[in-house]
């Protein structure tokens, strides 16, 4: 079975569960740290902030957040980067 063939029939090549991370960044002025954290919550509730980092950038104008999570499946994650990528605060998603 060739790559792209197994990326179709099984649409991911994660085996769940697994720690995931996800990235976020925004305007350090916007407060989107605690809305970005509520978000991921909403999909994994038993996410702690503990698994959390943020680092400010050179300027201090913007901020990431990552968040390493316990990823249960690909729905779970597609919906996190739904709902942080349609959050006007936030500026980018990895």
């Known amino acids: 079975m060739r790559y ?7 649409e991911t090549l994660l085996e769940f569960p697994c720690d995931f991370p996800i990235k976020a960044m925004g305007l350090s002025t916007s407060g989107f740290e605690i809305r ?9 509730p038993d996410f702690s ?9 050179k300027q201090g104008k913007y901020i ?14 597609d919906a996190i980067y739904r709902e942080l990528t349609s959050c ?6 990895l």
């Open 49 to 57: 902030s503990e698994r959390m980092y943020s680092a400010a950038s």
């Open 36 to 44: 970005a954290l509520a978000i991921v919550r909403r999909h994994a």
């Open 64 to 77: 990431s957040v990552t968040f390493t999570l316990m990823a249960t499946s690909q729905a779970q994650l």
């Open 88 to 93: 006007e605060d936030i500026v980018m998603v």
């Open 4 to 10: 792209y063939e197994a990326v179709q029939e099984n």
